[in-house]
């Protein structure tokens, strides 16, 4: 059974950090791209961040400079840094693992900037 479980939510003021990590359980984690995404209320989910499965990196404009994502292979474990964060970086972030033959999503966690 596949899982990807988020972690590392929650509320957190203007300018600060969050680290979101994303556990991968069922794949071959280093086969698969790993990606975080987030939808807002009433918006269209959109990438934030992307680590192919050879190790390349890949962020949107308003990501770049302010996030960064990582993974450690031996833990199945993707982390996203996301710093100076701003009110509308506030969304539900979701992992997803694919590659041609899968493509798993997690169940999201929220991320609230509020002052």
């Given at each position: 059974?596949?899982?990807?479980?988020e972690s590392g939510g929650g509320l957190v003021q203007p300018?600060?950090?969050?680290?979101?990590?994303?556990?991968?359980?069922?794949?071959?984690?280093?086969?698969?791209?790993?990606?975080?995404?987030?939808?807002a209320p009433g918006k269209k989910r959109e990438v934030v961040?992307?680590?192919?499965?050879?190790?390349?990196?890949?962020?949107?404009?308003?990501?770049?400079?302010?996030?960064?994502?990582?993974?450690?292979?031996?833990?199945?474990?993707?982390?996203?840094?996301?710093?100076?964060?701003?009110?509308?970086?506030?969304?539900?972030?979701?992992?997803?693992?694919?590659?041609?033959?899968?493509?798993?999503?997690?169940?999201?966690?929220?991320?609230?900037?509020?002052?």
């Amino acid at each position: 059974q596949v899982q990807l479980v988020e972690s590392g939510g929650g509320l957190v003021q203007p300018g600060g950090s969050l680290r979101l990590s994303c556990v991968a359980s069922g794949i071959i984690f280093s086969a698969n791209t790993i990606g975080w995404y987030r939808q807002a209320p009433g918006k269209k989910r959109e990438v934030v961040a992307l680590i192919f499965s050879g190790g390349g990196t890949s962020y949107p404009d308003f990501a770049k400079g302010r996030f960064t994502i990582s993974r450690d292979t031996a833990k199945s474990t993707v982390y996203l840094q996301m710093n100076s964060l701003k009110p509308e970086d506030t969304a539900v972030y979701s992992c997803r693992a694919w590659r041609a033959d899968n493509d798993y999503w997690g169940r999201g966690i929220q991320v609230t900037v509020s002052s």
